[in-house]
């Protein structure tokens, strides 16, 4: 597989879990379909420390908001694999990409059958807007500099200028910062403020469908391309509770009340690390301050092996 995001579609940023509901009981056994293979079950709930902020993109910087936008929002480039403990791979929106020999022109084949959760379809000129976005955002300038603007030469295939050459653009293209998002929610003016609309802006496994001060609630997106590969998403539905305190936290955890805990800082961590029943899933490297505890009885743990955990996505786990 070529470089790129590595989504998690089973219950595909931190993971997802088999929950029965957000107060506790057993985790539900997905369903064997006789067409389609196992079916999502049940409910995954997390415990946040912040709540999540704007369902963008290019607005999340936190872990809680990067976590909710990277469920709704994909990459231009990613590696998805399917929940189950199936060995299905598939690439993301973009099928396929090369470079020129400079590495100044990027081209990439997009995906055909892809619907944003509006209804509207993903294509050339979709990416193409998104491009036009991310050159008034300072956050992508800070990280691709060299982005000129885009074309697209065929309804399938968008080209990105660079003014100097980037090796691996398809691998910054991979980052959350870069989620695709519908063009019926971009501002009219290209600008990188915030979307005209909160429900459906994204191509994801799961969309957006209640949120309150305390809680956020996904649903498993119907539509969802990936589905029909056998991708997932493992469950139905994915619940972030806002828990301000680290030690709550993991006490939700450790009770069974919830199957993850995020954000938790040094001590707690030690404290999970010495629990049999739970997993300390670290970020870029095990010196991070912060990590994410999970029940061990979610299955795909040990194969996710995130680089980050905005690189985890929720589908890929399961119960």
């Given at each position: 597989?070529?470089?790129?995001?590595?989504i998690?579609?089973?219950?595909?940023?931190?993971?997802?879990?088999?929950?029965?509901?957000?107060?506790?009981?057993?985790s539900?056994?997905?369903?064997?379909g006789?067409?389609?293979?196992?079916?999502?079950?049940?409910?995954?709930?997390?415990?946040?420390?912040?709540?999540?902020?704007?369902?963008?993109?290019?607005?999340?910087n936190?872990?809680?908001?990067?976590?909710?936008?990277?469920?709704?929002?994909?990459?231009?480039?990613?590696?998805?694999?399917?929940?189950?403990?199936?060995v299905?791979?598939?690439?993301g929106?973009?099928?396929?990409?090369?470079?020129?020999?400079?590495?100044?022109?990027?081209?990439?084949?997009?995906?055909?059958?892809?619907?944003?959760?509006?209804?509207?379809?993903?294509?050339?000129?979709?990416?193409?807007?998104?491009?036009?976005r991310?050159?008034?955002?300072?956050?992508?300038?800070?990280?691709?500099?060299e982005?000129?603007?885009?074309?697209?030469?065929?309804?399938?295939?968008?080209?990105?200028?660079l003014?100097?050459p980037?090796v691996?653009?398809?691998e910054?293209?991979?980052?959350?910062?870069?989620?695709i998002?519908?063009?019926?929610?971009?501002?009219?003016?290209g600008?990188?403020?915030?979307?005209?609309?909160?429900?459906?802006?994204?191509?994801?496994?799961?969309?957006?469908?209640?949120?309150?001060?305390?809680?956020?609630?996904?649903?498993?997106?119907a539509?969802?391309?990936?589905?029909?590969?056998?991708?997932?998403?493992?469950?139905?539905?994915?619940?972030?509770?806002?828990?301000?305190?680290?030690?709550?936290?993991?006490?939700?955890?450790r009770?069974?009340?919830?199957?993850?805990?995020?954000?938790l800082?040094?001590?707690?961590?030690?404290?999970?690390?010495?629990?049999?029943?739970l997993?300390?899933?670290?970020g870029?490297?095990?010196?991070?301050?912060?990590?994410?505890?999970?029940?061990?009885?979610?299955?795909?743990?040990?194969?996710?092996?995130?680089?980050?955990?905005?690189?985890l996505?929720?589908?890929?786990?399961?119960?």
């Amino acid at each position: 597989m070529a470089a790129g995001r590595r989504i998690v579609v089973g219950l595909s940023s931190v993971a997802v879990v088999v929950l029965a509901g957000c107060g506790g009981g057993p985790s539900t056994t997905p369903q064997l379909g006789l067409d389609s293979g196992p079916r999502p079950s049940g409910e995954f709930s997390i415990a946040v420390a912040t709540p999540p902020g704007p369902v963008d993109p290019l607005l999340a910087n936190s872990r809680s908001s990067l976590l909710l936008t990277s469920q709704i929002h994909e990459p231009l480039v990613a590696r998805l694999e399917a929940p189950f403990e199936s060995v299905a791979q598939r690439r993301g929106l973009a099928r396929a990409w090369r470079a020129n020999p400079s590495s100044t022109v990027w081209t990439f084949r997009l995906r055909s059958r892809v619907r944003f959760q509006d209804g509207s379809l993903l294509d050339a000129g979709a990416v193409q807007a998104n491009v036009n976005r991310w050159l008034s955002s300072e956050r992508v300038a800070a990280v691709l500099p060299e982005l000129a603007y885009a074309d697209r030469p065929l309804p399938k295939q968008v080209r990105i200028f660079l003014t100097a050459p980037v090796v691996n653009l398809d691998e910054i293209l991979a980052a959350p910062l870069f989620g695709i998002v519908s063009p019926e929610a971009l501002p009219a003016d290209g600008a990188a403020g915030p979307l005209v609309a909160r429900r459906g802006t994204g191509s994801g496994p799961f969309e957006l469908r209640e949120r309150s001060a305390e809680e956020v609630v996904l649903a498993r997106y119907a539509g969802w391309w990936g589905t029909r590969y056998r991708l997932g998403p493992g469950v139905d539905a994915l619940r972030l509770l806002v828990v301000e305190s680290a030690p709550q936290r993991l006490r939700l955890l450790r009770s069974g009340d919830l199957l993850g805990a995020d954000d938790l800082g040094p001590a707690e961590q030690r404290r999970a690390a010495r629990d049999p029943l739970l997993a300390v899933v670290h970020g870029s490297s095990r010196n991070d301050e912060t990590a994410l505890a999970l029940s061990r009885s979610v299955r795909g743990l040990d194969s996710s092996d995130p680089q980050n955990l905005s690189d985890l996505w929720l589908t890929r786990l399961s119960g």
